[in-house]
């Protein structure tokens, strides 16, 4: 019983979205054979906006990540029977059991993404596809349900319209959304949850750097390690973030605002805090190039890191890689004057400059921009910021489905 049962739900949570809601394969048990499962499904969402409205903070005011909007949308799912019936409701303390495997075993995922109001006061989204199709492969990674990732969106996008007074206006200011997953089973038995819950919830935010770019000071970190092949690195899961933030105050007492996240007994070089990591410079071959490690399965597939890509391959200026790199080819650069600029990307912040890395009891000193000493961001790195404000803004044109009204 126990066996059919995990078996049914591990099937149910990684074929939801990609197959048909009534599941014919001839694997499983005819008790099995054609149990229809509900998808998530944005036409039936129901909206019980709270009757509080609370007060808006000024722009000044907002600290990321602390106020949060009058609603959330929520929508949970079940094993054999699908999803249920999103709402839009009263932002609001959960009920959880507190045997929710959530608490116990981290049954847990999320997103991060922002939505921005335009000159012409419409709403806009950047490259939500790509953060649900992530938000699906970090929860079937543990083995929590898919969904349908259009719907969700349209959810997301009444939401919005709920919550609009709360989208701050101006560049540089945003509604930042947090999609999360959660596994609610009410059991300490180590197995695939068989209750989900979706729920998004949003935090009226500010630039990440209001009085200009600030550059930051980078620890080398081995001796604790945030990802690893086979692992989860690749997963917005939140079991990865804990275990990060010990060795991040670690490095803070020290003076460094970050990790530099390194892997492997050749230190190779992999993200910086919980942002993707570029290197902007002249590779030995001479050649002028942006780098930044590949996908291997452990770094983390950032929408920035994906943006900024993208972008450079479009401008075809100068070599735009994705491979592995170590300590020693960093301090093989530094020392023979080749590091142009070097950068983490995230949602955020979009991008966020390094000027200085300790590794092994010496400092790397990361140029910025040699033409302007005042400067705490390098020339290409302030090219990507505006780049990929200007198509959030939708000031400019940018990809098809980078910037997407709701
Ligand atoms: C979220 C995240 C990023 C950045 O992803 P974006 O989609 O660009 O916001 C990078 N690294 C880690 C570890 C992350 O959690």
Same mark, same amino acid.
């Given at each position: 019983?126990?066996?059919?049962?995990?078996?049914?739900?591990?099937?149910?949570?990684?074929?939801?979205?990609? #197959?048909?809601?009534? &599941?014919?394969?001839?694997?499983?048990?005819?008790?099995?054979?054609?149990?229809?499962?509900?998808?998530?499904?944005?036409?039936?969402?129901?909206?019980?906006?709270?009757?509080?409205?609370?007060?808006?903070?000024?722009?000044?005011?907002?600290?990321?990540?602390? =106020? +949060?909007?009058?609603?959330?949308?929520?929508?949970?799912?079940?094993?054999?029977?699908?999803?249920?019936?999103?709402?839009?409701?009263?932002?609001?303390?959960?009920?959880?059991?507190?045997?929710?495997?959530?608490?116990?075993?981290?049954?847990?995922?999320?997103?991060?993404?922002?939505?921005?109001? %335009?000159? *012409?006061?419409?709403?806009?989204?950047?490259?939500?596809?790509?953060?649900?199709?992530?938000?699906?492969?970090?929860?079937?990674?543990?083995?929590?349900?898919?969904?349908?990732? %259009?719907?969700?969106?349209?959810?997301?996008?009444?939401?919005?319209?709920?919550?609009?007074?709360?989208?701050?206006?101006?560049? !540089? &200011?945003?509604? &930042?959304?947090?999609?999360?997953?959660?596994? =609610?089973?009410?059991?300490?038995?180590?197995?695939?949850?068989?209750?989900?819950?979706?729920?998004?919830?949003?935090?009226?935010?500010?630039?990440?750097?209001?009085?200009?770019?600030?550059?930051?000071?980078?620890?080398?970190?081995?001796?604790?390690?945030?990802?690893?092949?086979? !692992?989860?690195?690749?997963?917005?899961?939140?079991?990865?973030?804990?275990?990060?933030?010990?060795?991040?105050? *670690?490095?803070?007492?020290?003076?460094?605002?970050?990790?530099?996240?390194?892997?492997?007994?050749?230190?190779?070089?992999?993200?910086? !805090?919980?942002?993707?990591? +570029?290197?902007?410079?002249?590779?030995?071959?001479?050649?002028?190039?942006?780098? =930044?490690?590949?996908? %291997?399965?452990?770094?983390?597939?950032?929408?920035?890191?994906?943006?900024?890509?993208?972008?450079?391959?479009?401008?075809?200026?100068?070599?735009?890689?994705?491979?592995?790199?170590?300590?020693?080819?960093?301090?093989?650069?530094?020392?023979?004057? #080749?590091?142009?600029?070097?950068?983490?990307?995230?949602?955020?912040?979009?991008?966020?400059?390094?000027?200085?890395?300790?590794?092994?009891?010496? %400092?790397?000193?990361?140029?910025?921009?040699?033409?302007?000493?005042?400067?705490?961001?390098?020339?290409?790195?302030? #090219?990507?910021?505006?780049?990929?404000?200007?198509?959030? &803004?939708?000031?400019?044109?940018?990809?098809?489905?980078?910037?997407?009204?709701?």
């Amino acid at each position: 019983m126990f066996v059919q049962r995990t078996m049914r739900q591990a099937i149910q949570a990684h074929s939801a979205i990609s #197959r048909p809601s009534v &599941y014919t394969s001839k694997v499983l048990s005819s008790r099995f054979y054609s149990s229809v499962v509900a998808p998530l499904d944005a036409s039936k969402l129901e909206i019980h906006p709270s009757k509080n409205q609370k007060k808006l903070q000024e722009n000044k005011d907002l600290v990321f990540g602390k =106020t +949060f909007t009058d609603n959330m949308l929520v929508v949970e799912w079940e094993a054999g029977k699908g999803w249920g019936t999103p709402q839009i409701k009263e932002y609001g303390k959960l009920q959880l059991d507190p045997s929710a495997v959530v608490f116990h075993y981290a049954f847990e995922c999320f997103e991060g993404m922002k939505a921005y109001k %335009d000159k *012409d006061g419409q709403t806009r989204l950047f490259r939500p596809d790509m953060n649900m199709k992530r938000f699906n492969r970090s929860a079937n990674r543990i083995a929590l349900p898919s969904f349908e990732q %259009d719907e969700l969106v349209k959810c997301i996008g009444e939401f919005l319209k709920v919550d609009d007074r709360w989208i701050p206006k101006g560049r !540089g &200011y945003s509604l &930042y959304l947090r999609p999360t997953m959660i596994g =609610t089973q009410e059991s300490l038995g180590v197995g695939a949850s068989n209750k989900a819950m979706i729920f998004v919830i949003a935090s009226p935010v500010g630039p990440y750097f209001p009085s200009g770019f600030a550059a930051v000071n980078l620890l080398a970190t081995s001796d604790k390690v945030r990802a690893w092949p086979g !692992g989860t690195g690749d997963a917005k899961v939140g079991g990865n973030y804990a275990p990060c933030i010990k060795p991040q105050l *670690d490095a803070n007492k020290e003076g460094f605002q970050q990790n530099l996240w390194l892997f492997g007994p050749d230190h190779q070089v992999t993200e910086v !805090g919980t942002m993707n990591c +570029f290197v902007y410079w002249k590779n030995e071959k001479g050649e002028t190039e942006l780098v =930044t490690p590949e996908l %291997d399965g452990s770094i983390l597939p950032g929408v920035t890191r994906d943006s900024i890509l993208s972008l450079a391959r479009q401008w075809g200026e100068f070599k735009v890689s994705e491979r592995k790199f170590t300590m020693k080819d960093l301090v093989q650069a530094d020392k023979e004057g #080749r590091i142009i600029e070097m950068f983490g990307a995230g949602t955020a912040c979009i991008v966020c400059p390094i000027k200085r890395i300790h590794y092994d009891g010496h %400092d790397i000193n990361v140029p910025l921009d040699p033409t302007d000493k005042t400067s705490q961001a390098g020339k290409l790195t302030k #090219r990507f910021n505006d780049a990929i404000m200007d198509i959030q &803004y939708g000031d400019v044109q940018g990809p098809k489905g980078w910037s997407v009204v709701v």
